[in-house]
């Protein structure tokens, strides 16, 4: 059973920085990417980054983009994503994702987010 267990999230002040962690199992690694998406209240879920398990290349959204930085450790089969400069715009609930073909068809999966795996999510709430 695939699982994805975020850590990392809480509140931080605006121009902080968080760390998020998504620890996986039951897969091997290699076999999913992983992404990251998040809601915020009365939103919908918004896609953010994701990181191909294999070569570890990376796409970010462009409201992140240079704020936030997604990488993975193959040894601990965990992925992170590193965010940094945080408004109160960011204040959401971070979820991790995967999905075999995340990274090679990741614009459809911010359009259609039907990934077809989710953690539970993390809350990060950005005070002013």
């Known amino acids: 059973e695939v699982q994805l267990r975020e850590s990392g999230g809480g509140l931080v002040q605006a121009g902080g920085s968080l760390r998020l962690s998504c620890e996986t199992s039951g897969f091997t690694f290699e076999d999913l990417d992983i992404g990251w998406f998040r809601q915020a209240p009365g939103e919908e879920r918004e896609g953010l980054a994701c990181?191909?398990?294999?070569?570890?290349?990376?796409s970010y959204v462009d409201s992140v983009k240079g704020r936030f930085t997604i990488y993975k450790d193959n040894a601990k089969n965990t992925v992170y994503l590193q965010m940094n400069s945080l408004t109160p715009e960011d204040t959401a609930v971070y979820y991790c994702?995967?999905?075999?073909?995340?990274?090679?068809?990741?614009?459809?999966?911010?359009?259609?987010?039907?990934?077809?795996?989710w953690g539970r999510g993390t809350q990060v709430t950005v005070s002013s």
């Open positions: 994702v995967a999905d075999p073909t995340l990274f090679n068809l990741w614009d459809d999966y911010v359009a259609t987010r039907a990934v077809d795996y």
């Open positions: 990181i191909s398990t294999t070569d570890g290349n990376t």
